[in-house]
């Protein structure tokens, strides 16, 4: 009986977290969408594709040189003393000024025409902005660096009302400028405006709306030891991560022209309104709570990750069913001509939807502090994702790489569940069972297809 209490008050602050999550996630889903109507109308597609580029530039290297701070505080047990937090603080913001370095170098490297010879002819990597757009990210690439690690102790403790309410602030102060000025001067730099101003209110914010000590600087040798000390398996397992989560849009830069490339970005926005809720319920929620859950009743872990994760199921095989059934119409309806396009590659990008829930099994590992292991997986995602790139481009060209974004985590998830398997931490009958939530969908899409098509008669 004594230790029922952490359970009860865990599963209370799990709750609460997800109330929070979803309605944050609601939220922003509706500027977001908002957003992409209006901008899109005074907008070519092109502008998006250079955006979708410039934004995929510095993420990736972000993703490269990972040093797991954040997840080295989420996972810390015990009481967390100033002075790490401020070496954490201080070692996240070098990282963020040398990784400004390096990209305003690689936009000097667009520059020279010997290196833009070896770029294939109507690539999007020719486009004549592109090096000064990956100057200005280049530019206020630092501003992120500079956040609050309170952040991750926010996390960490399962307290995400802060969280969430700087997120959605962040979101809604950039779309009158993001408006304005494309109404005023219509290019793609009304987009960069935007993006500066989101990075900006995102680090304000962790300052102002997070508690926690403030951050000074501060180098302690053995707290940076300490952070660093799984560092090279993260940086094995971001590694990874980069060439599948960044690597779609680096390989389709070089097949296709920026209105190609826009067409992909708006397609990708609309399937990321399911992803993005469930890559935050489980980047935000999973570590955190497995974490806890290891330090203090590792027998109840396995349990609870599946009660946690039944509802993610649900929604990424009913979303998976909707949208390849409704994408198409959907694109047509919110959309003018101009990205029509966008609906088959969404229909397309909707598969990639129910390999979700497979791979959320990793975050046993890392909570387990089995770094070795869930870098390995990132390894084997990788290997994975060029294999389906190159027989998705042999077979189809650009098309093919469309379907190898969609199919290729599944060899990979295989691999995952049979090492999670021998250790005991999946059912297999569970594995299964929301299945049939993709026909629930297929359902839901072409009862919304009936709609739009009766609402565009209204209209």
Not at 117 to 130: A, D, I, K, T, V
Not at 198 to 220: C, E, N, Y
Not at 317 to 331: E, H, I, K, R
């Amino acid at each position: 009986m004594a230790d029922a209490p952490p359970i009860a008050g865990l599963r209370a602050r799990i709750v609460n977290a997800g109330m929070w999550t979803l309605t944050g996630h609601v939220v922003e889903t509706l500027v977001r969408l908002g957003t992409s109507l209006v901008m899109t109308r005074l907008l070519v597609p092109g502008d998006f594709g250079l955006m979708a580029l410039a934004l995929t530039i510095p993420a990736s290297l972000a993703m490269l040189s990972d040093l797991g701070i954040r997840s080295n505080v989420i996972k810390k047990s015990g009481r967390l003393g100033t002075d790490f937090l401020r070496t954490a603080w201080t070692l996240q913001v070098v990282r963020g000024l040398l990784l400004s370095l390096f990209m305003l170098a690689i936009a000097g490297l667009f520059l020279l025409p010997r290196v833009r010879q070896l770029m294939p002819e109507g690539s999007l990597l020719l486009h004549p902005q592109l090096p000064f757009l990956l100057a200005a990210m280049g530019a206020f690439a630092p501003v992120g660096a500079f956040a609050s690690v309170n952040l991750f102790l926010q996390e960490r403790d399962i307290k995400f009302g802060p969280l969430v309410l700087r997120t959605v602030i962040s979101k809604i102060l950039p779309v009158p400028v993001m408006v304005i000025w494309a109404l005023l001067y219509p290019s793609v730099w009304s987009l960069v405006a935007g993006a500066l101003v989101a990075q900006v209110a995102l680090t304000l914010s962790s300052h102002i709306m997070i508690p926690g000590p403030p951050m000074k600087f501060r180098w302690d040798r053995r707290h940076v030891r300490d952070l660093l000390s799984d560092g090279k398996w993260i940086t094995l397992s971001t590694a990874g991560t980069f060439f599948v989560s960044q690597g779609d849009r680096l390989i389709l830069a070089t097949l296709f022209s920026a209105t190609q490339m826009g067409l992909y970005a708006i397609a990708w926005t609309l399937a990321d309104v399911a992803r993005s809720f469930l890559q935050r319920l489980h980047g935000s929620i999973t570590l955190p709570v497995l974490s806890e859950l290891f330090r203090t009743r590792p027998e109840r872990a396995v349990e609870a990750y599946y009660r946690y994760r039944r509802p993610i199921d649900i929604l990424a095989f009913t979303s998976t069913g909707f949208l390849w059934m409704a994408g198409p119409q959907l694109v047509h309806f919110l959309y003018d001509d101009r990205y029509a396009g966008a609906g088959w590659i969404l229909q397309i990008l909707s598969l990639s939807l129910a390999s979700f829930p497979f791979q959320m099994i990793n975050a046993c590992f890392i909570a387990n502090s089995e770094w070795r292991n869930s870098s390995v997986n990132s390894l084997i995602l990788t290997a994975s994702f060029f294999a389906a790139a190159f027989i998705g481009y042999t077979m189809s060209g650009s098309t093919g790489v469309i379907w190898a974004v969609a199919l290729y985590r599944w060899p990979a998830n295989v691999v995952l569940l049979a090492r999670a398997y021998r250790r005991g931490w999946i059912d297999p009958i569970r594995e299964i069972a929301m299945l049939p939530f993709i026909l629930v969908g297929l359902a839901l899409g072409f009862a919304a297809q009936l709609v739009l098509q009766w609402m565009e008669t209204l209209l």
